[in-house]
Antibody
């Protein structure tokens, strides 16, 4: 059974760096064509994709946020970490991680974590 | 264009068929995924690669594409289908790589 769980601070102050951890089980990021993505959803708004890290260390970022985002993995711990620098209230959202598998037809975010809510406020 | 356009809302009576469109210039070139999100819950994939149904998703859910429009069809709608539905594409030729539609609120009357 594939599961993912996001963790991190519930409240961060403006200008601080937000660090989120995705801990997963049921698959391995050492397996070819396996990846993990991060997606966020501001309150009452649509989903927004943030980043993806692949089994081979390839990394992809949202065009809008790539200067502020860093994604990394620790395969020994089955974890993926996302950092977002210089946060502001616009970064308030529920943050999700999702298993992403690659196929000939393209990537597929097939299993999602339950999300962690982050509020940016002084 | 990187935009996927969905109607904000669709309403349907129980037992009827709901159709949720998603329009975008890259549809038909790139495959479409659909996600269901109930209030307070994480999204759940209901359709992958335009029309594949993941394990555990009822056969009442189907996906199709025609031209620049993808459609999620839910047959014999039930009260439990009331949710927000999002379409999504991966576009390696786009600056944005991943695009989500704005979401459609399905209301079961």
């Amino acid at each position: 059974q594939v599961t993912l769980r996001e963790s991190g601070p519930a409240l961060v102050k403006p200008t601080q760096t937000l660090t989120l951890t995705c801990t997963f089980s049921g698959f391995s990021l050492t397996t070819t064509e396996m990846c993990v993505s991060w997606i966020r959803q501001p309150p009452g708004k649509a989903l927004e994709w943030l980043a993806r890290i692949d089994w081979d260390e390839d990394k992809f970022y949202s065009k809008f946020l790539r200067t502020r985002l860093t994604i990394s993995k620790d395969t020994s711990k089955n974890q993926v970490v996302l950092t977002l620098t210089n946060v502001d209230p616009g970064d308030t959202a529920t943050y999700y991680c999702a298993r992403t598998s690659l196929a000939t037809a393209g990537p597929n975010m097939d299993v999602w974590g339950s999300g962690t809510t982050v509020i940016v406020s002084s | 264009s990187d935009v996927l356009t969905q109607p904000p809302s669709v309403s349907v009576a129980p037992g009827q068929t709901a159709r949720i469109p998603c329009e975008g210039k890259r549809i038909g070139i790139k495959t479409v995924q659909w996600y269901q999100q109930k209030p307070g819950q994480a999204p759940v994939e209901v359709i992958s690669y335009d029309s594949d149904r993941p394990s555990g998703i009822p056969q009442r859910f189907s996906g199709s594409t025609s031209g620049n429009t993808a459609t999620l069809t839910i047959s014999r709608v039930e009260a439990g289908d009331e949710a927000d539905y999002y379409c999504q594409i991966w576009d390696s030729d786009s600056d944005h790589l991943v695009v989500f539609g704005g979401g459609t609120k399905l209301t079961v009357l």
